[in-house]
Nanobody, 124 residues
């Protein structure tokens, strides 16, 4: 089992920044690819970003490229999502996820473990 706990969400004005954190515990965190997903009201959950288990490769959904950065510093059981230049359309519940299988499958919404989510609201 891997337990994931997100934090860092909140209310921010358009153009502002937030940094989300996801603290992992349980099975060896370093063995898992990690990702962030989001779900806006009335919409399906969508892929936002992923980082490989070594931290050497990152992937982003097109609408967040150049604005969001996913990272997982060595020796920390934590993955971060730095969100800059936020837009009202980024408003959603953001979920952290862990995946043992191929990282490409995270783009299709597949993960082995999920956090409980943290709300991000961007006002115009």
């Amino acid at each position: 089992q891997v337990q994931l706990v997100e934090s860092g969400g909140g209310l921010v004005q358009a153009g502002g920044s937030l940094r989300l954190s996801c603290a992992a515990s349980g099975r060896t965190f370093s063995n898992y690819h990690m990702g962030w997903f989001r779900q806006a009201p009335g919409k399906e959950r969508e892929f936002v970003a992923a980082i490989s288990w070594r931290g050497s490769s990152t992937y982003y959904e097109d609408s967040v490229k150049g604005r969001f950065t996913i990272s997982r510093p060595n020796a920390e059981n934590t993955v971060y999502l730095q969100m800059n230049s936020l837009k009202p359309e980024d408003t959603a519940v953001y979920y952290c996820a862990a995946r043992m299988g191929p990282i490409a499958t995270m783009r299709r919404g597949q993960a082995d473990y999920w956090g409980q989510g943290t709300q991000v609201t961007v006002s115009s």
